[in-house]
Nanobody, 128 residues
Framework: QLHVVESGGGSVQPGGSLRLSCTAS????????IAWFRQAPGKEREGVAV???????????TDSVKDRFTISRDNGRNTNTVFLQMNDLQPEDTAVYYC??????????????????WGQGTQVTVSS
């Protein structure tokens, strides 16, 4: 069982930056694949970035955020924190951002159906 909590959302102007944090806590949290998803009003949930566990370390981004967003991970045994540094934010990045996790490192993707544990979400608003 894993408990996932996001923080760090807010409002910024276009071109600004925010850093989101996801704290995943539970036994053996270090083995979990952890990802960020987002959902804008009226749109489907979209995978943004994912980072594999400490033994693998791979990262994957959706095309629209490459070169602007960076995912990173602070590995502990039973608590892991995953950060999403978001630079050059644009209005189209406005959404509720969710952190999610699953325990099968071989299933490394941004398919939300693979994820078992979800946070409540944090709002990111980009507007002038």
């Amino acid at each position: 069982q894993l408990h996932v909590v996001e923080s760090g959302g807010g409002s910024v102007q276009p071109g600004g930056s925010l850093r989101l944090s996801c704290t995943a806590s539970g036994e053996h949290a270090y083995v979990y694949v952890i990802a960020w998803f987002r959902q804008a009003p009226g749109k489907e949930r979209e995978g943004v970035a994912v980072i594999n566990n400490k033994d693998d370390g791979r990262m994957l981004y959706t095309d629209s955020v490459k070169d602007r967003f960076t995912i990173s991970r602070d590995n502990g045994r039973n608590t892991n924190t995953v950060f999403l540094q978001m630079n050059d934010l644009q209005p189209e990045d406005t959404a509720v951002y969710y952190c999610a996790a699953h325990g099968f490192s071989a299933y490394f993707s941004l398919d939300s159906r693979e994820y078992d544990y979800w946070g409540q979400g944090t709002q990111v608003t980009v507007s002038s």
